[in-house]
Nanobody, 118 residues
Framework: QVQLVESGGGLVQAGGSLRLSCAASGSVFSIGPMGWYRQTPGNEREVIAVIFNDDTTKYADSVKGRFTISRDNAKNTVYLQMNSLKPEDTAVYFC????????????WGQGTQVTVSS
């Protein structure tokens, strides 16, 4: 089992920055890729950034060049640095960890609200 706790959301003006954190605990040795997703009311959760165990990263086009995902393995923590925020970035942001065994197990944080005012 893996537990994820997010922090760092809040209200920011357009053009501002926020950094989200996701601390993992439990069976952290089993974690593979970790990522950040976001969801707005009435829409599906969408992946915006992923970091793999070799530290390669992938981003959704909507955040590429503005958001940076990173991980600190010593702290079992993943970060999402969000710069040049736009009102359309307003959403609930979720941390995800995948444990890949004979199947893929997804673990989720509780979500943190990010609101960008215009």
């Amino acid at each position: 089992q893996v537990q994820l706790v997010e922090s760092g959301g809040g209200l920011v003006q357009a053009g501002g920055s926020l950094r989200l954190s996701c601390a993992a605990s439990g069976s952290v040795f089993s974690i593979g890729p970790m990522g950040w997703y976001r969801q707005t009311p009435g829409n599906e959760r969408e992946v915006i950034a992923v970091i793999f165990n070799d530290d390669t990263t992938k981003y959704a086009d909507s955040v590429k060049g503005r958001f940076t995902i990173s991980r600190d393995n010593a702290k079992n923590t993943v970060y999402l640095q969000m710069n040049s925020l736009k009102p359309e970035d307003t959403a609930v942001y979720f941390c995800n960890a995948k444990v890949i065994l004979t199947a893929v197990f997804n673990y989720w944080g509780q979500g943190t609200q990010v609101t960008v005012s215009s």
